[in-house]
């Protein structure tokens, strides 16, 4: 069975960093792309990173300005998102999703939550002082 386990969010102040981290199991994982996604209360979801099968490639929301970093690790079947300077806009559930690379025709379209079969459960990003 398919599970994408999102954890290490929480509670932190503007300017701090976190790092989440998306567990995966029951599918060949260096075979996907996996994305990041977030949903702030009363907005829709938004594409956040994502990185594909290999690592080797990236792409971020250009609103993050570079404080973000995706990477994955396949032989631990985990792929994390380092955020640094955090703002409190960036205070959302965060949410990771998997897709096989095969399915995408461009790169590009792994920051669009549409083409993603699977979903983790999210976790929380809270950035109040």
């Known amino acids: 069975q398919l599970q994408l386990v999102e954890s290490g969010g929480g509670l932190v102040q503007p300017g701090e960093s976190l790092r989440l981290s998306c567990a995966a199991s029951?599918?060949?994982?260096?075979?996907?792309?996996i994305g990041w996604f977030r949903q702030a209360p009363g907005k829709e979801r938004e594409g956040v990173s994502c990185?594909?099968?290999?690592?080797?490639?990236?792409r971020y929301a250009d609103s993050l300005e570079g404080r973000f970093t995706i990477s994955r690790d396949n032989a631990k079947n985990t792929v994390s998102l380092q955020m640094n300077s955090l703002k409190p806009e960036d205070t959302a559930v965060y949410y990771c999703?998997?897709?096989?690379?095969?399915?995408?025709?461009?790169?590009?379209?792994?920051?669009?939550?549409?083409?993603?079969?699977?979903w983790g459960q999210g976790t929380q990003v809270s950035v109040s002082s």
């Open positions: 999703a998997a897709v096989p690379i095969r399915k995408l025709l461009l790169f590009s379209e792994c920051i669009l939550p549409e083409p993603y079969d699977y």
């Open positions: 029951g599918f060949t994982f260096h075979y996907y792309a």
């Open positions: 990185i594909d099968s290999s690592g080797s490639n990236s």
